[in-house]
């Protein structure tokens, strides 16, 4: 583990339920990223007043009045991030698109987490788009963020079973306790600097630790 902990932003647009995850692993004294910030998008993100009461400095760029001008509500993001001296960032839940831009200052330094098995099922209605396909597992990944949407280097996934009479709920409430013990775990080995990428291959340098599939019966 590094002996400078890694100042880590966490972006969100809602509640929030990963940061939550994050934040409760953070409170060990030995995990090595530091949370420093927890920015939304949102001025109502319920997530706000989780961070404040954990006693985490917040931040608010409302993208509506920047009224479809990505860049400079990116702009905007990575202002805020550089004058908290933030070196890594973690999407939990954001829901904007980010410029090319914008992810290129932030290349391999930036994680997000997808709720499916990538490079399966891109985009929205995950779960219910693996049960139309008859998939027998489903699951999460953590990866680096790029300019195109759900894709970059992965860095871990967790697995679920699809069980019998499985619905979109169901299976949804399953893979999301998986990525409460997965997206933690990931943040750590990059903070650690455990991490390295090679293309799109994520190396990952922990005895420890196999680093790949977290199976979940």
């Known amino acids: 583990m590094s002996a400078q902990k890694k100042r880590t932003a966490i972006l969100i647009s809602g509640r929030g339920s990963n940061m939550e995850a994050i934040l409760a692993a953070a409170r060990a004294a030995d995990y090595p990223a530091d949370i420093a910030l927890v920015l939304a998008n949102k001025p109502d993100a319920k997530g706000l007043e989780t961070a404040q009461n954990a006693g985490i400095k917040t931040a608010v760029v409302d993208h509506r009045p920047f009224k ?5 509500f990116d702009a905007e993001i990575h202002r805020i991030l550089a004058d908290n001296d933030i070196e890594l960032v973690v999407l939990a839940g954001f829901m904007r698109i980010l410029t090319a831009g914008f992810v290129a200052k932030w290349e391999d330094r930036m994680l997000n987490i997808h709720p499916s098995l990538l490079p399966a099922f891109k985009g929205l209605h995950t779960q219910q788009r693996a049960l139309d396909t008859g998939c027998r597992v489903a699951g999460c990944t953590v990866h680096f963020v790029r300019a195109d949407m759900d894709s970059g280097p992965i860095i871990t996934q967790g697995v679920v079973p699809v069980l019998d009479g499985d619905d979109e709920d169901s299976l949804t409430a399953r893979i999301l306790k998986v990525e409460h013990q997965i997206y933690p775990r990931a943040v750590a080995l990059v903070a650690a ?18 680093g790949s599939i977290a199976l979940i019966n």
Do not use: P, T
């Not at 479809?68 to 400079?72: F, I, N, P, T, Y």
């Not at 600097?193 to 420890?208: C, Y």
């Open 193 to 210: 600097g455990k991490v390295s990428v090679e293309g799109m291959r994520v190396q990952i340098n922990d005895d420890a630790l196999d």
């Open 68 to 72: 479809g001008d990505r860049e400079a």
